[in-house]
């Protein structure tokens, strides 16, 4: 696809994809969710101005480090006139979702140390289960994988009383 001029001020919509990466289809639906706008021409093409390429660009890498679509909506309602994100609104915000992250961060870090020994569910259905949880110690603590979900999940197995 060719480039557009640089002082050109709207893109097509194919544009904007080959610019950002993106599907067409996945600029359709960020529209959708009111993450980007467009307007239509009298042929009723959609027009985006030059400045939703950042904007795309700032929704795929919050995307990539995990952060939901619905988080993303409510970063970016907090910039006046929906403009686009400066790297002053990515700090701040991104300082915003640190705390999530990190528990994100956690918890596949406990996956990831826990994967080769146990699924950690309390479920007793592996023979090692029953040595890193016995008597279902971590059934009381409630449904699911309880060494993963819990924020303070204990490095060693629990101790036979």
């Not at 904007?16 to 706008?37: D, M, P, Q």
């Not at 009298?42 to 988080?71: C, K, W």
């Not at 002053?88 to 528990?103: I, N, T």
């Amino acid at each position: 696809m060719d480039q557009p001029a640089w002082n050109t001020k709207e893109l097509t919509i194919g544009q904007v994809a080959s610019r950002t990466g993106v599907a067409v289809s996945t600029l359709h639906f960020y529209e959708g969710k009111g993450l980007i706008r467009s307007r239509r021409t009298a042929g009723n093409q959609r027009r985006y101005l030059r400045e939703v390429v950042r904007r795309v660009s700032f929704i795929r890498v919050a995307q990539r480090v995990g952060v939901p679509l619905d988080a993303i909506k409510a970063a970016l309602a907090t910039l006046p006139e929906h403009r686009t994100p400066t790297s002053e609104d990515w700090a701040r915000l991104s300082e915003s979702w640190h705390g999530e992250l990190q528990k994100r961060i956690d918890a596949l870090e406990r996956l990831r140390d826990d994967l080769a020994d146990c699924i950690g569910c309390g479920c007793l259905s592996m023979s090692k289960c029953v040595l890193a949880n016995p008597y279902d110690e971590l059934g009381a603590e409630g449904p699911g994988p309880r060494r993963l979900l819990s924020p303070k999940a204990p490095a060693d197995p629990p101790k036979q009383a």
